[in-house]
Every structure is written in structure tokens, then in C-alpha cells.
């Protein structure tokens, strides 16, 4: 992890190979370079590696939101969805795996069941100001303005530097283009 901290990625990679290669069943080395590669943009071999560490670790829950991230970033979003579930399977109160789930639903426009991710995010940290934009903006999309207002509000209090960004995207949303 120290030539990582150093930003050798490359040095990182070739470290939790070396690891994988004495102990093919170190969970977290495949973690460790899966994580490695993602930050090289090398998501495909990431993906591999968190699928290995959950191979060997079924309830690791940062493999399964590590993967559930990836799946995003491939636009895999039924992938993310499944995975941000098992996380919250694992960990009950990963906020982090509602709010990802939230914005892989959101992306598919099931805007109900963003909703749901939204909310239970908030409920387990209500001090996270993009889980309201998320929520308020989604509410605007379903024409519930009370509840979308509120949300706003909420994250401005929170971060008041996410005002420009919120408004642009209130303007989007009712001039009919959608922001996913």
C-alpha cells in the first residue's frame, strides 16, 4: 500500500500480484489491486479482481460496493444495482451502497426506487448534502415540487457551494432534458 500512497500505481499493481502469487486466496490483495486499476482506469481488470476477492469472501461488502462502482462507472447499471444490494445484504448500514444504488436507479429512471436508496442514505447519514440533491431532483422529475423545495434546501444548508450546480440542474429538468 506505500508505493500506492507514493502514487506508484504501477509499483502497487506489481505488489498485490506478487501477494496473489504466494496466497491466491488473500481476499484482500485482490481488493487492494483491484482498487489500484480502477485508478489506472483499468476497470475491466478491476472488475476481475473484485469478482476473485468475492470469490474467496463472500460477505465482503466493500468488494461487492467496490464492484457495484465499477459496474457504474461501465454503465452496467443492473450490475451496480445487484451489487450495491448484497453490500447492503452484508452492512445494513453502508450508507455509501444506498446512495450508489440510488443513482444506478436513478440512471435507469426507476425514480421510485431512487427514492427508497435516497431516503434510507439520509436516514443513516443526513449530513451527506449529494444524497438531497439526488433525492430533490428526482422528486422534481416526478413533479412532487414540496418534497423536491425541501431537499434543496436541505443540501444548500449543507453545502451552499452546490447552489450553482443544483440550479443548472433544476433548469434542465424543466426544460425537459433529464440529467442522469
Known sequence: ??????GD?????ADYSKTIEL??????????????????GEIDAAISDYQKAIEINAAHPDAY??????????????????CFGKSIEINPKDMGSYYNRGIAKKRKDDLDGAIVDFSAA?????????????RGLVYLK???NTEAERDFDACIKLDGSL?????QEISKIKQGRTSK
Do not use: C, S, W
Open 122 to 134: 439520509i436516514q443513516i447519514n443526513p449530513r451527506v448534502a449529494a444524497t438531497y440533491v439526488n
Open 163 to 167: 447552489k450553482a450546480y443544483l440550479d
Open 65 to 82: 460496493y467496490n464492484l457495484g462502482l465499477a459496474k457504474l462507472d461501465k454503465q452496467d447499471l443492473e450490475g451496480a444495482i445487484f
Open 9 to 13: 500505481i504501477n509499483g502497487a499493481i
Open 1 to 6: 500500500m506505500t508505493r500506492k500512497r507514493k
Open 23 to 40: 496466497d491466491p486466496k488473500h481476499a484482500d490483495a485482490y481488493m487492494n489491486r483491484a482498487n489500484a486499476r480502477k485508478e489506472k
Open 142 to 144: 416526478l413533479g412532487k
